[in-house]
T-cell receptor
Framework: EAQVTQNPRYLITVTGKKLTVTCSQNMNHEYMSWYRQDPGLGLRQIYYSMNVEVTDKGDVPEGYKVSRKEKRNFPLILESPSPNQTSLYFC??????????FGQGTRLTVV | RKEVEQDPGPFNVPEGATVAFNCTYS??????FFWYRQDCRKEPKLLMSVYSSGNEDGRFTAQLNRASQYISLLIRDSKLSDSATYLCVVLLNDYKLSFGAGTTVTVRA
């Protein structure tokens, strides 16, 4: 089954404690991206990758890092999380120019 | 100015009614257009792509107006299960997807 898998689905952490949210897709898509969704603001792109070892900043990259060492995986790293990074996060993948498939989301709370 | 703007609603309609709403986009070089559906904080899922000639999928009709830079979605014969947030999505020329904040539709019995 074609899918994008994110883990964990829910996470509560403390300020400053490094965390990684994993994202994996099995559709051999070139394009992967991370979004955060906050009430009234819609989905905002954090980082994206057009292929292995090619990553670039989206609209709200501050406080986040990513890597794309393999085509299927695109982890999101928060080196020092802060409360303003409390949000709902989605990973997505697509063929270049095609429809996006989303993971189920990660609800992150930073206290 | 936001790249994609939508009327947030909510649109509260009775079952069987027709509901329609628009989305405007600012980048005239936008290549492709989509409507996604999102249920209560779950992942967005593709509802339909929007083609230049307009297209229909069952009770859903999407239209694109490039001259005025807007797309529309019309839902006929609304069902309770149509209650959701509808996201307007525009593909820019660098493969970036730009999302509207969503239009909330509630269909009541």
């Amino acid at each position: 089954e074609a899918q994008v898998t994110q883990n964990p689905r829910y996470l509560i952490t403390v300020t400053g404690k490094k965390l990684t949210v994993t994202c994996s897709q099995n559709m051999n898509h070139e394009y992967m991206s991370w979004y955060r969704q906050d009430p009234g603001l819609g989905l905002r792109q954090i980082y994206y990758s057009m292929n292995v070892e090619v990553t670039d900043k989206g609209d709200v990259p501050e406080g986040y890092k990513v890597s794309r060492k393999e085509k299927r995986n695109f982890p999101l790293i928060l080196e020092s999380p802060s409360p303003n990074q409390t949000s709902l996060y989605f990973c997505a993948s697509s063929l270049l120019g095609g429809q996006a498939f989303f993971g189920q989301g990660t609800r992150l709370t930073v206290v | 100015r936001k790249e994609v703007e939508q009327d947030p609603g909510p649109f509260n309609v009775p079952e069987g009614a027709t509901v329609a709403f628009n989305c405007t986009y600012s980048n005239s070089a936008s290549q492709s257009f989509f409507w996604y559906r999102q249920d209560c904080r779950k992942e967005p899922k593709l509802l339909m792509s929007v083609y230049s000639s307009g297209n229909e999928d069952g009770r859903f009709t999407a239209q694109l107006n490039r001259a005025s830079q807007y797309i529309s979605l019309l839902i006929r014969d609304s069902k309770l299960s149509d209650s959701a947030t509808y996201l307007c999505v525009v593909l820019l020329n660098d493969y970036k997807l730009s999302f509207g904040a969503g239009t909330t539709v509630t269909v009541r019995a």
